[in-house]
């Protein structure tokens, strides 16, 4: 039997989440959309539907960019208010529907947009899923001035930092990367990065993680919630 590829699964979840959003649709709805290759997928399906809602609120400025060409509105987040429903991918998500996010630099406005949303949407292949986060290398968002400063913290937590060099987000700053970090506990971990000086974000979402898991697999797109 032929194996789906990563990038199937990918298109997959992207479909079943234009699926699931597309009843709650009318021409005022704003929707917020997130940032990567899964999100572009969903960008692409969401297309179809462009004259059913009214627009979109970008977490990134590629983001903004696509959902402009297929001809779709993209507002600016402090002209609307709760959206209601916001559709992103994950570098992981655990069965708690945490998630490490940020491995395309886009975790602040991710994590700002996501606030906004009554319900967050997350569609993964199913490489995504894990018991324990903390695998793929934690993103955090620095200003620049303090990233040593913010490093040495981290060492201190028990991670490896790494300057993710070459790399600018869209709000000016740096990106490093936290190997061989422990996330055991993602809401505790999440409160002790927030109180780092000189982070602007960091990439876990447990506070605020996904409501709804749309997972692609081999067999089928499994529909996970909190
Ligand atoms: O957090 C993100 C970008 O900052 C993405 O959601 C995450 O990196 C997953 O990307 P992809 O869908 O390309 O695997």
Do not use: W
């Amino acid at each position: 039997m032929a194996t789906t590829t990563q990038d199937q699964l990918k298109r997959a979840v992207a479909r079943a989440a234009v699926d699931e959003i597309v009843p709650l649709l009318d021409r005022q709805t704003v929707i917020g959309v997130g940032t990567g290759s899964t999100a572009n997928l969903f960008i692409d399906e969401l297309a179809a539907y462009r004259h059913d809602f009214d627009g979109a609120v970008a977490s990134s400025k590629a983001s903004a960019d696509r959902l402009k060409q297929h001809g779709i509105p993209v507002y600016d987040l402090n002209g609307v208010g709760t959206l209601p429903v916001y559709v992103d991918g994950a570098d992981e998500i655990d069965t708690e529907l945490s998630m490490i996010k940020g491995g395309g630099a886009a975790l602040t406005r991710e994590k700002i947009v996501a606030a906004c949303a009554q319900t967050f949407i997350c569609i993964a292949d199913g490489s995504k899923y894990v018991e324990r986060l903390g695998g793929f290398p934690l993103p955090i968002e620095v200003i620049p001035m303090a990233r040593s400063f913010v490093a040495r913290e981290i060492v201190k937590l028990g991670g490896d930092p790494m300057y993710r060099e070459g790399v600018v987000t869209d709000n000016g700053n740096q990106i490093i990367d936290i190997y061989n970090f422990v996330i055991d506990d993602p809401r505790s971990m999440e409160a002790t990065l927030d109180q780092i000086t000189g982070i602007v974000t960091h990439g876990i979402f447990a506070r605020r993680g996904a409501d709804v898991l749309l997972l692609g697999r081999d067999d089928g797109v499994a529909r996970i919630t909190r």
